[in-house]
Protein backbone atom coordinates (compact mmCIF):
# COMPACT_ATOMS: atom_id res chain seq x y z
CA UNK A 1 0.00 0.00 0.00
CA UNK A 2 2.77 2.32 -0.65
CA UNK A 3 3.98 4.51 -3.48
CA UNK A 4 5.82 3.24 -6.23
CA UNK A 5 9.17 4.57 -6.60
CA UNK A 6 10.49 5.81 -10.13
CA UNK A 7 12.28 3.55 -12.49
CA UNK A 8 15.62 2.63 -10.69
CA UNK A 9 17.49 3.17 -13.86
CA UNK A 10 16.80 6.68 -13.98
CA UNK A 11 17.28 7.16 -10.68
CA UNK A 12 21.27 5.54 -10.77
CA UNK A 13 21.44 7.66 -14.12
CA UNK A 14 20.95 10.52 -12.70
CA UNK A 15 23.04 10.70 -9.00
CA UNK A 16 25.58 7.97 -10.19
CA UNK A 17 28.13 8.94 -13.11
CA UNK A 18 29.48 6.97 -15.56
CA UNK A 19 32.32 4.46 -14.25
CA UNK A 20 34.46 4.69 -17.03
CA UNK A 21 34.25 8.63 -16.78
CA UNK A 22 34.96 8.22 -13.04
CA UNK A 23 38.06 5.94 -13.56
CA UNK A 24 39.28 8.03 -16.76
CA UNK A 25 43.18 7.85 -16.51
CA UNK A 26 43.22 10.50 -19.09
CA UNK A 27 41.75 13.48 -16.55
CA UNK A 28 44.50 12.80 -14.14
CA UNK A 29 47.57 15.02 -12.75
CA UNK A 30 48.75 16.56 -9.88
CA UNK A 31 47.39 19.29 -8.44
CA UNK A 32 49.72 22.64 -8.61
CA UNK A 33 48.59 23.96 -5.34
CA UNK A 34 47.33 23.31 -2.30
CA UNK A 35 44.27 25.71 -2.94
CA UNK A 36 44.29 23.98 -6.35
CA UNK A 37 43.74 20.65 -4.88
CA UNK A 38 41.05 21.60 -3.13
CA UNK A 39 38.80 23.04 -5.36
CA UNK A 40 39.14 20.18 -7.46
CA UNK A 41 37.91 17.93 -4.31
CA UNK A 42 35.55 20.20 -3.76
CA UNK A 43 33.99 20.38 -7.45
CA UNK A 44 34.63 16.44 -7.86
CA UNK A 45 32.80 15.86 -4.39
CA UNK A 46 30.12 17.36 -5.57
CA UNK A 47 29.98 15.91 -9.41
CA UNK A 48 30.82 12.34 -8.57
CA UNK A 49 28.82 12.09 -4.90
CA UNK A 50 27.23 9.60 -6.10
CA UNK A 51 29.71 7.14 -7.13
CA UNK A 52 31.65 8.16 -3.89
CA UNK A 53 28.82 6.65 -1.67
CA UNK A 54 28.67 3.73 -3.70
CA UNK A 55 32.79 3.27 -2.77
CA UNK A 56 32.34 3.73 0.94
CA UNK A 57 29.22 1.64 0.97
CA UNK A 58 30.99 -1.07 -1.43
CA UNK A 59 33.95 -0.34 1.36
CA UNK A 60 31.55 -1.08 4.71
CA UNK A 61 29.81 -4.14 3.32
CA UNK A 62 32.79 -6.09 2.05
CA UNK A 63 34.66 -5.34 5.92
CA UNK A 64 31.05 -7.49 6.90
CA UNK A 65 31.84 -10.41 4.74
CA UNK A 66 32.84 -12.17 7.70
CA UNK A 67 29.82 -11.86 9.41
CA UNK A 68 27.05 -12.55 7.00
CA UNK A 69 23.88 -11.86 8.69
CA UNK A 70 24.84 -8.61 9.49
CA UNK A 71 25.78 -8.33 5.53
CA UNK A 72 22.07 -9.25 5.10
CA UNK A 73 20.75 -7.17 7.89
CA UNK A 74 22.68 -3.92 6.37
CA UNK A 75 21.83 -4.64 2.75
CA UNK A 76 18.05 -5.07 3.32
CA UNK A 77 18.63 -1.59 5.40
CA UNK A 78 20.56 -0.09 2.61
CA UNK A 79 17.34 -1.18 0.27
CA UNK A 80 14.35 0.45 2.63
CA UNK A 81 17.07 3.73 2.14
CA UNK A 82 16.85 3.31 -1.58
CA UNK A 83 13.50 2.86 -1.94
CA UNK A 84 12.13 4.82 0.93
CA UNK A 85 14.02 7.92 1.08
CA UNK A 86 16.50 8.39 -2.09
CA UNK A 87 14.40 6.94 -5.10
CA UNK A 88 11.29 8.79 -4.42
CA UNK A 89 10.02 12.09 -6.32
CA UNK A 90 6.47 12.18 -4.39
CA UNK A 91 5.50 11.22 -0.58
CA UNK A 92 4.73 8.54 0.64
CA UNK A 93 1.88 7.22 1.11
CA UNK A 94 0.62 4.71 3.43
CA UNK A 95 -3.29 3.28 3.72
CA UNK A 96 -3.65 6.58 1.97
CA UNK A 97 -2.04 9.11 4.13
CA UNK A 98 1.09 11.27 3.02
CA UNK A 99 4.17 10.51 5.28
CA UNK A 100 6.45 13.36 5.83
CA UNK A 101 10.14 13.09 4.20
CA UNK A 102 11.25 14.20 7.79
CA UNK A 103 9.55 10.92 9.57
CA UNK A 104 10.50 8.65 6.67
CA UNK A 105 14.56 10.19 7.53
CA UNK A 106 14.15 10.08 11.19
CA UNK A 107 12.37 6.49 11.31
CA UNK A 108 15.19 5.03 8.94
CA UNK A 109 18.42 6.68 10.94
CA UNK A 110 16.94 5.26 14.01
CA UNK A 111 16.48 1.74 12.38
CA UNK A 112 20.25 2.13 11.38
CA UNK A 113 21.54 3.32 14.96
CA UNK A 114 19.97 0.55 16.59
CA UNK A 115 21.29 -1.85 14.72
CA UNK A 116 24.68 -0.62 14.69
CA UNK A 117 24.25 -0.36 18.19
CA UNK A 118 23.06 -3.87 18.42
CA UNK A 119 25.39 -5.15 15.76
CA UNK A 120 28.43 -3.42 17.76
CA UNK A 121 30.12 -2.85 14.62
CA UNK A 122 30.71 0.42 15.22
CA UNK A 123 35.10 0.24 14.38
CA UNK A 124 33.82 -1.40 10.75
CA UNK A 125 32.01 1.69 10.49
CA UNK A 126 34.23 3.95 11.48
CA UNK A 127 37.22 2.46 9.47
CA UNK A 128 35.45 1.71 5.95
CA UNK A 129 34.39 5.23 6.41
CA UNK A 130 37.92 6.50 7.00
CA UNK A 131 39.23 5.07 4.16
CA UNK A 132 36.35 5.72 2.09
CA UNK A 133 37.03 9.37 2.77
CA UNK A 134 41.04 8.74 1.73
CA UNK A 135 39.68 7.48 -1.33
CA UNK A 136 37.82 10.20 -2.20
CA UNK A 137 40.31 13.11 -1.69
CA UNK A 138 42.74 10.74 -3.56
CA UNK A 139 40.79 10.95 -6.55
CA UNK A 140 39.31 14.07 -6.13
CA UNK A 141 42.70 15.62 -5.97
CA UNK A 142 44.03 13.90 -8.60
CA UNK A 143 40.71 14.34 -11.30
CA UNK A 144 41.01 17.35 -13.18
CA UNK A 145 37.27 18.84 -13.60
CA UNK A 146 36.06 19.18 -16.65
CA UNK A 147 35.52 23.39 -15.98
CA UNK A 148 38.86 23.58 -14.88
CA UNK A 149 38.73 27.42 -16.71
CA UNK A 150 36.06 28.31 -14.34
CA UNK A 151 38.49 28.18 -11.56
CA UNK A 152 37.70 30.38 -8.88
CA UNK A 153 41.77 30.96 -8.74
CA UNK A 154 41.91 32.03 -12.29
CA UNK A 155 45.25 33.23 -13.10
CA UNK A 156 46.52 33.01 -10.02
CA UNK A 157 47.06 29.39 -10.92
CA UNK A 158 50.22 28.98 -12.88
CA UNK A 159 50.29 25.96 -15.71
CA UNK A 160 54.31 26.47 -15.87
CA UNK A 161 56.24 23.49 -14.72
CA UNK A 162 58.65 26.33 -13.40
CA UNK A 163 56.08 27.73 -11.00
CA UNK A 164 55.98 31.15 -12.74
CA UNK A 165 53.68 33.72 -11.21
CA UNK A 166 50.96 35.49 -13.31
CA UNK A 167 50.77 39.20 -12.99
CA UNK A 168 47.96 40.24 -10.53
Not at 93 to 122: C, H, N, P, Q, Y
Not at 133 to 146: K, Q, S, T, Y
Request: glycine share 6%; with cysteine; hydrophobic share 55%.
Amino acid sequence: MSSPPPDAGTIAAVTVRPWPLFIDTAALSLPISFSDATYRINKNLRYFAGNYVLIILFILLITLIIRPILLVLFLIIFAGWIYLYFSRNEPLELFGFDVDDRFVLGFLSLVTVVALLVAKIWTNVFVSIGFGIVILCVHGALRAPEDQDDSPYGALLSESPRGEYTIV
